[in-house]
T-cell receptor
């Protein structure tokens, strides 16, 4: 069973909608991640939060807005998305970010369809 | 820059057989970590096995084991007594020991199908 919980599992939204993806972990991890994954491709890193501060933004369009309210929670706010943004969005966490080969643990993902 | 190559886009074996998935990588680093992740149709990315480059001993996890050849930069995954539940995409991934970019470098993946 995953210890990284993502909601909702499926989301369909129009291009003018505002929605949010949510992620929670209770492993005491201090780094949290958002990845985007297209079918049959490996995940692409979008954002990294380390100790609740945004550490990495991989040139993601501003229509994606991350938020880390505390060390256990990570949100991804979505606004004015395009159909090409339809994908699986994976949340992940690791004990610390980027050091010592910390293993990254993934949630089950949120399927996003933009219509 | 680091790269990871998985040369087998798709493989298919009978249940209970042994299968080996290949992965090669390129890096100038001496210390790093290698991972195999499994992604079944449910789409959750699950860690299968992890190897520290400074350890000569190959990592094992139940039916899963790796053949880590550091000099050859090869990191293959062997699945013994394959089961239907092993059907999944398998990704090989690399991480530097100290990486302020938090990057997992991924291979393209191998789709493994276990036939009954």
């Amino acid at each position: 069973d995953t210890e990284v919980t993502q909601t909702p599992k499926h989301l369909v939204m129009g291009m003018t909608n505002k929605k949010s993806l949510k992620c929670e972990q209770h492993m005491g991890h201090r780094a949290m991640y958002w990845y985007k994954q297209k079918a049959k491709k490996p995940p692409e890193l979008m954002f990294v939060y380390s100790y609740e501060k945004l550490s990495i933004n991989e040139s993601v369009p501003s229509r994606f807005s991350p938020e880390c309210p505390n060390s256990s929670l990570l949100n991804l706010h979505l606004h004015a998305l395009q159909p090409e943004d339809s994908a699986l969005y994976l949340c992940a966490s690791s004990p610390e970010g980027g050091y010592g080969g910390n293993t990254i643990y993934f949630g089950e993902g949120s399927w996003l369809t933009v219509v | 820059a680091q790269t990871v190559t998985q040369s087998q886009p798709e493989m298919s074996v009978q249940e209970a057989e042994t299968v080996t998935l290949s992965c090669t990588y390129d890096t100038s680093e001496n210390n790093y970590y290698l991972f195999w992740y499994k992604q079944p149709p449910s789409r959750q990315m699950i860690l299968v096995i992890r190897q520290e480059a400074y350890k000569q001993q190959n990592a094992t996890e139940n039916r899963f084991s790796v053949n880590f050849q550091k000099a050859a930069k090869s990191f293959s995954l062997k699945i013994s007594d394959s089961q239907l539940g092993d059907t999944a995409m398998y990704f090989c991934a690399f991480m530097k020991t100290m990486d302020s970019n938090y990057q997992l470098i991924w291979g393209a993946g191998t789709k493994l199908i276990i036939k009954p």
